[in-house]
């Protein structure tokens, strides 16, 4: 009976937490990611370095054909295939980290959330610069910056709505 009772009343608040947390990541990071994976796949040049992995992983063949039956570069419009997974790989990396710190926001832990935007417009201009290999976009720089500004906000929202502390 004293068993039953305490189980009865008893309910891990960490659960709750780790549901939540696992609800994030599935929606802010991982559902981007799969996103623009595709687009990758299914509209960019088969010149691209991830081409050779799936030639190697014996991939490439079916991908080839999917990409022939679908045509997606004939529905989207250049800026989704060139230049959204600017966006989404910044703001996924972003929101990633904001979970792994606790959905916390201060000094410590902005200086870590800024490293994905920071890194995007630092290859764009090493790329302006033609220290790296890659085509300089104005917009990529942008979405960039957006990205990571867009992953803080969502890391503020989601620390705003579950009351965690914010520093």
């Known amino acids: 009976m004293r068993y039953e009772m305490r189980n009865a009343s008893y309910r891990n608040p960490l659960q709750g937490i780790m549901k939540r947390t696992i609800v994030h990541i599935i929606l802010f990071v991982l559902t981007p990611i799969i996103i623009g994976g595709l687009i990758y796949l299914l509209t960019r040049s088969d010149s691209l370095l991830m081409f050779d992995w799936l030639k190697k992983i014996g991939l490439a063949e079916n991908i080839t054909i999917i990409r022939s039956k679908l045509r997606i570069n004939d529905l989207l419009q250049n800026w989704i295939i060139y230049n959204s997974p600017a966006w989404i790989w910044t703001f996924s990396l972003t929101v990633l980290l904001g979970?792994?710190?606790?959905?916390?926001?201060n000094k410590e832990s902005l200086t870590i959330l800024l490293i994905p935007s920071f890194l995007g417009v630092l290859s764009?201009?090493?790329?302006?610069?033609?220290?790296?290999?890659?085509?300089?976009?104005?917009?990529d720089l942008f979405l960039y910056l957006f990205g990571g500004i867009s992953g803080l906000l969502i890391i503020k929202s989601i620390n705003y709505k579950h009351k965690f502390n914010v520093v």
């Open 124 to 139: 764009e201009i090493l790329q302006q610069t033609e220290i790296i290999n890659g085509t300089y976009d104005f917009i």
């Open 99 to 105: 979970i792994i710190w606790n959905y916390k926001i």
